[in-house]
C-alpha cells in the first residue's frame, strides 16, 4: 500500500515541522492587565480564573515575569476609585491609567505598553462615551473630543501605542489629528476597527467593572450579522490614518479576520476576549478537554485566519507551553 500523496508529507516530526503553513511566537501576543488602585493589591474575579485586578505596584513586579517568558506587549485597562459621567479620572495626568503607564515604563523601558482609549470603566453610567441625554445615547462628538484628551494624557505619560474601543465613527481621525498636532506623530494607533456588540464580553465587564448602568452598546458597536460593514469599518479606519486593524470578538468572527485580511494590507489583530477566555478554562477545568492541546489549536486558528497579533488572556500560558 502506497500513500496516494497526503500522508507522505505526515510521516514524521521533522517533516511536519518543515511543511507547516502557520506558526506561534512569544513574538505575536500582547497581555491584558487590568489596573486597580491601592497597593499590594492582587484580586481574581471569579468569572475569570487566572485574571486578576492588579495595584499599579504589582502590576510592576507582574511585567517582570512576563519578560521571563518572553512576553513583550501588555495592554491596560484602568478601573478609577470614582467614576463620573465624562469619566474625569481618564482625563488627567494623575488618574489610574496615567500613573499606571508612567510606572510601568519608568521600571521596564522594553516593555511594549498600549493603552486601551474609553470611557465605559470611568463613567458612572458605564457607556463609552457622552451620554446626550435627550435622546439618551452616546454623543458621538463630544465623546470625540474627549478622546483626544484621553489619548494624549496616555502619550504623555509615555505610551507606546493608543487602541480605541469605543466605536465612534470618525475616531481615528480625531485622534490622528490630535496626536500629530501636540507632537506625538511618531505614536502608533491600533484600532478596534470591528468590534461587534457580543455576549462574549461578559466576564470584562465584571473584572474591568464596566457594565452599563441601562441599555446595551448596540447603538455604537457593530452587529454580529454583518460582514460587508465589517469591512467598511476597516477600510474607513484605514484611510483615517490607523497603523493597525482589529477584530474583536475573534471565535465566532473568523470568516472576518480572513476577509478583511483580503480587503488591506494593514496588521490585523484578533482580541481574543473574556467570554472565549472563560469558555475554555471551564471546559478544561471540568476536565472536558485537554486544556493546553485545545489552547494551542484555538491560538493556530487566529493565526491561520490571518492576524499578525493576538491579545490574549491566555498569553502567559501560551508562552510557558512554546518554551
Ligand atoms: C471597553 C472594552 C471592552 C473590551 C475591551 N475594551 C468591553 C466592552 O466593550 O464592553 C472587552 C474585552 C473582553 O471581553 O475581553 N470598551
Ligand atoms: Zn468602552
Redesign the pocket.
Known sequence: MSFKRFRRTRLNNVLRDLVRETSLSTNDFIY?LFIKEGEGIKAEVSS?PGVFQMSIDVAVKECEELKKLGLKSIIL?GIPETKDSIGSDSLCDHGIIARAIRAIKEAHSDMFVVS?L????YTDHGH?GIIDHKTNSINNDATLEISVQQALVHAKAGVDMI?P???MDGIIEALRDGLDSNGFENLPIMA?ST?F??G??????D??E???SFGD?STY?MDGANLREAISESIEDEAQGADILMV??VLAYLDVVAKIKETTSLPMAV???????AMLKNAGAAGLIDYDRVLMETMISFKRAGADII?S?HAKEVAALLK
Open positions: 491584558p475569570m485597562f486601551d474609553c470611557f465605559c470603566e463609552c487602541a474601543s469605543g466605536m478596534y468590534k456588540s457580543s462574549y464580553y461578559g466576564p470584562f465587564r473584572v474591568a464596566s457594565a452599563p452598546r458597536q474583536k470578538p482580541y481574543n476576549v473574556s467570554g472565549e477566555y491579545i488572556y
